[in-house]
């Protein structure tokens, strides 16, 4: 089983929040890519070392991320 996590990126802001509250800091801005609003928006580099701890998708203030654990 694996832990899921969804960044709805036309939502992103890229405020970085997300980036400072993951304790695995496996968060990062995609600064090669921009949403259809013109942000740069966050991403999970790593999936596979995410805890599912909520902590990304507690902090976002646009309600971009949703996190599932298995």
Do not use: Q, W
């Amino acid at each position: 089983m694996s832990n899921h996590i969804y960044i709805e990126e036309i939502i992103c802001k890229g405020c970085a929040l997300c980036t400072t509250a993951c304790p695995k800091k496996i968060m990062e801005i995609d600064f090669d890519h921009l949403n259809a609003k013109g942000y740069h928006f966050s991403r999970c580099r790593e999936t596979d070392l995410c805890i599912a701890c909520g902590m990304c998708a507690v902090i976002c203030p646009e309600s971009a991320i949703t996190v599932e654990k298995e």
